[in-house]
């Protein structure tokens, strides 16, 4: 009797664990996260490339940049015109003052 029992709690268990994964798979697929436009973004491209660009892109003339600058002047700092200070004898001066 007891082996009958244990028989059918397994063969229930795996009919359940069946049925779990199958659900699972489901709604995996029923439920996309991904987006319209990183759909098109990761969709295959066509392998057709203009090859007449590509040559055009061959063809340019290639530039070294230059790192170092010469004969350049340092930027003057802008002093102030006007220095201003707190009036002495304003309520003003007596409050930040101690």
Do not use: C
């Not at 290639?62 to 309520?91: Q, W």
Request: glycine share 2%; proline share 10%.
């Amino acid at each position: 009797m007891k082996r009958k029992d244990f028989l059918i709690i397994l063969v229930l268990l795996f009919i359940f664990v069946i049925a779990w994964i199958a659900g699972n798979i489901y709604h995996s697929i029923a439920t996309s996260t991904i987006s319209n436009t990183t759909n098109q973004d990761i969709s295959p491209i066509s392998p057709a490339f203009d090859t007449k660009t590509v040559d055009k892109l061959r063809q340019r003339q290639k530039v070294n940049p230059v790192f170092e600058l010469s004969n350049t002047a340092p930027t003057p700092t802008p002093f102030p015109l006007e220095i201003l200070s707190p009036p002495e004898s304003s309520e003003e001066a007596r409050l930040i003052l101690p």
